[in-house]
């Protein structure tokens, strides 16, 4: 296994332990909804610390369910790592473009027969070596 294999094996293994080990040891289960977003928490919080707090702003668009929202935060998150994903491949293809360029450049060209291939073994192929 080369180094990179192994590093992106760890990294698999790490997200799927985040993953599973919440669920496992079991740590959501003196709660209701358990696995709530960080802005339930925060609504939570507020509404126990200071009871008649009126929020300045109302969402635009409230989902019907809660299974519509995960949907949609699911797309929002997918396209924000296409997105990425698009950026890292887009910029690492022009680094190594670059990099054949002027390892191109600085190859020195002889213009010799040996640098190019000759007419007959591309045209003619073996036909032409036997003759």
């Known amino acids: 296994m080369n180094r990179n294999t ?3 094996a760890l990294l698999l293994l790490v997200v799927v332990a985040l ?14 909804e358990p696995f709530t977003g960080a802005d339930a928490e925060a609504e ?6 200071e009871p008649d707090y009126e929020p300045w702003f109302s969402p635009l668009y409230e989902p019907p369910s809660g299974e519509i929202e995960s949907a949609l935060f ?3 998150a997918a396209l924000g790592a ?3 994903a698009y950026y890292f ?5 022009r680094r190594q473009g670059e990099q054949r360029a002027l390892a191109r450049r600085d190859t020195p060209d002889t213009g010799s027969a040996a640098s190019a ?8 192929g073996p036909a032409a070596e036997r003759a």
């Open 6 to 8: 192994k590093i992106n």
């Open 19 to 32: 993953a599973v080990l919440p669920l496992a040891l079991g740590l959501g289960d003196h709660k209701e």
């Open 89 to 93: 491949g887009v910029h690492r293809g």
């Open 44 to 49: 939570t919080a507020i509404t126990e610390i």
């Open 82 to 84: 296409g997105v990425l």
């Open 117 to 124: 291939p000759s007419a007959e073994s591309t045209s003619a």
């Open 74 to 76: 699911a797309v929002q």
